[in-house]
């Protein structure tokens, strides 16, 4: 908007709404574009987006720790922030052997099962423009490397309502993953229970994924 338009929102007169803005823009909460107009900075949208994500991990912790406790496993919460994924939270299990996770850490969208399913759900200029971010990088000699047969996990993923890691992140560890959706019916969040694949049997797999997406649907209602 440019100074005339914002003095006209606000009821303010120009020149004291400049000094105003000239202050904002050196605190980096506004940018003056060449037109004279002004815009929020990153700095501002993303403190939006920080808000949004507190909100969805505020919601979501009483069903991750029930989730974490039912299974005794790990179970994982992670956001899309532009144009990368990164854990929120996280409920550890007490096994000697475990997959691990953190909250801070940035996951690939291409090899874990959260990262898949997030990916899933958007739109192909933001997809791609998260893979040119992160790259296809081969974690395991499970991972997904190429372009096609990632397309083809992503829609069978979408299509099933849920994703699945196979050792492609780690060996030794699988992890399923649901969607969460937002108000609006965005996916920018995603819900994850995380196992050793020697504590899985065919019972297990299916009780997994089936309770990965049920309590995904549930905090999905409860953001609405």
Do not use: W
């Not at 506004?30 to 929020?40: I, V």
């Not at 720790?65 to 496993?73: A, T």
């Not at 504590?199 to 953001?223: F, G």
């Amino acid at each position: 908007m440019s100074l005339k338009e914002l003095s006209q929102a606000t009821g303010q007169p120009e020149s004291s709404l400049y000094r105003t803005l000239t202050t904002l823009q050196k605190r980096d909460y506004l940018l003056q574009n060449r037109n004279g107009t002004y815009q929020l900075t990153t700095k501002v949208l993303q403190g939006r987006m920080y808000e949004k994500a507190e909100r969805v991990k505020s919601v979501a912790r009483p069903y991750l720790e029930e989730l974490g406790r039912r299974f005794d496993e790990t179970a994982s919460l992670a956001y899309l922030f532009t144009d990368y994924i990164q854990v929120l939270d996280t409920v550890e299990t007490f096994h000697p052997i475990r997959v691990t996770n953190r909250a801070g850490r940035i996951i690939p969208p291409h090899c874990s099962s959260m990262g898949k399913i997030i990916l899933s759900y958007q739109t192909n200029d933001i997809a791609d423009r998260m893979l040119e971010t992160y790259g296809l990088v081969r974690r395991t000699q499970h991972s997904i490397s190429d372009r096609q047969a990632l397309r083809e996990e992503m829609e069978r993923s979408k299509s099933a309502g849920y994703s699945v890691d196979r050792e492609e992140s780690m060996l030794g560890g699988t992890c399923y993953g649901a969607p969460i959706f937002t108000a609006s019916g965005a996916v920018v969040a995603a819900l994850s229970v995380s196992t050793p694949i020697q504590r899985l049997t065919p019972e297990r797999e299916v009780e997994i994924r089936d309770a990965v997406m049920s309590v995904a649907a549930q905090i999905s209602a409860a953001l609405r």
